[in-house]
């Protein structure tokens, strides 16, 4: 890897299709147990990939069952019995090991940001925070990202609310983390709206289900993981 420097910048890491491809099988059927076990209602099949892709967990549920007819206030009275029986449901689903799901190069990317002089490395995924965990210590790489850091799925269910989520958590003396320091990386346009909606750098990476052209309103964009480093220096952060 080269010598860039990230200058003591947050760096939030989407999960499905940026860190790990393939994982989510288990995690949309402990979701999709969830709708049905709370909610007693038969939900017909899961959104298409593209669809679901950058939403939240909460949302993704919320669009399911509004489609089966649930009123909106139920909807909000039962999100977190919802949030609870995913996250009790994937553990009992998650695969031993995922470590097979990570995207090729992206553990030389993660020991080379967290060697970065003052960079912080955390998480900012629509997942339930358990359910992110989970997954990514069973991929083996969990321990890059630290607890009580990063924002989840489980702490809005709206993404565009999730940067100033993490930044705050972030910061320093009641301060939020500066936002000309922060960048979010993801692989959908959704990850690109959410970093706009807070004003931090947004880096893309074609590693999902979306190319480059979907993915051009990015400060940066990357064909593969490996091309991460370079995208992030030209940010000059």
Same mark, same amino acid.
């Given at each position: 890897?080269?010598?860039?420097?990230?200058?003591? @910048?947050?760096?939030?890491?989407?999960?499905?299709?940026?860190?790990? !491809?393939?994982?989510? *099988?288990? %995690?949309?059927?402990?979701?999709?147990?969830?709708?049905?076990?709370? #909610?007693?209602?038969?939900?017909?099949?899961?959104? &298409?990939?593209?669809?679901? =892709?950058?939403?939240?967990?909460?949302?993704?549920?919320?669009?399911?069952?509004?489609?089966?007819?649930?009123?909106?206030?139920?909807?909000?009275?039962?999100?977190? $019995?919802?949030?609870?029986?995913?996250?009790?449901?994937?553990?009992?689903?998650?695969?031993?090991?995922?470590?097979?799901?990570?995207? /090729?190069?992206?553990?030389?990317?993660?020991?080379?940001?967290?060697?970065?002089?003052? @960079?912080?490395? !955390?998480?900012?995924?629509?997942?339930?925070? /358990?359910? !992110?965990?989970?997954?990514?210590?069973?991929?083996?790489?969990? #321990?890059?990202?630290?607890?009580? $850091?990063?924002?989840?799925?489980?702490?809005?269910?709206?993404?565009?609310?999730? &940067?100033?989520?993490?930044?705050?958590?972030?910061?320093?003396?009641?301060?939020?983390?500066?936002?000309? $320091?922060?960048?979010?990386?993801?692989?959908? /346009?959704?990850?690109?709206?959410?970093?706009? =909606?807070?004003?931090? %750098?947004?880096?893309?990476?074609?590693?999902?289900?979306?190319?480059? *052209?979907?993915?051009?309103?990015?400060?940066?964009?990357?064909?593969?993981? #490996?091309?991460?480093?370079?995208?992030?220096?030209?940010?000059?952060?």
């Amino acid at each position: 890897m080269s010598s860039y420097s990230l200058r003591g @910048a947050l760096v939030l890491f989407d999960i499905d299709g940026t860190l790990l !491809a393939g994982a989510g *099988e288990a %995690h949309m059927t402990a979701l999709y147990t969830a709708i049905n076990r709370v #909610h007693g209602v038969h939900i017909a099949g899961l959104p &298409p990939v593209t669809a679901r =892709a950058g939403r939240t967990d909460g949302e993704i549920a919320r669009l399911m069952l509004l489609e089966a007819g649930v009123s909106a206030e139920r909807i909000d009275d039962r999100a977190g $019995q919802v949030r609870d029986a995913c996250a009790r449901e994937y553990a009992r689903l998650c695969p031993g090991d995922l470590s097979d799901k990570v995207v /090729p190069g992206i553990p030389n990317v993660l020991a080379w940001v967290s060697r970065r002089s003052g @960079a912080n490395l !955390a998480l900012l995924t629509g997942n339930f925070e /358990p359910v !992110a965990r989970l997954k990514l210590a069973r991929a083996g790489i969990g #321990h890059y990202f630290p607890s009580r $850091q990063g924002a989840f799925g489980s702490d809005s269910e709206d993404r565009t609310t999730l &940067p100033a989520i993490a930044r705050r958590r972030a910061g320093a003396r009641g301060r939020p983390y500066p936002r000309e $320091q922060t960048i979010v990386i993801g692989d959908t /346009p959704r990850d690109i709206m959410c970093a706009r =909606a807070d004003d931090v %750098h947004a880096v893309a990476v074609a590693t999902g289900p979306f190319g480059i *052209e979907a993915l051009s309103d990015a400060d940066a964009v990357a064909r593969a993981a #490996h091309e991460l480093p370079a995208a992030l220096e030209s940010l000059g952060v």
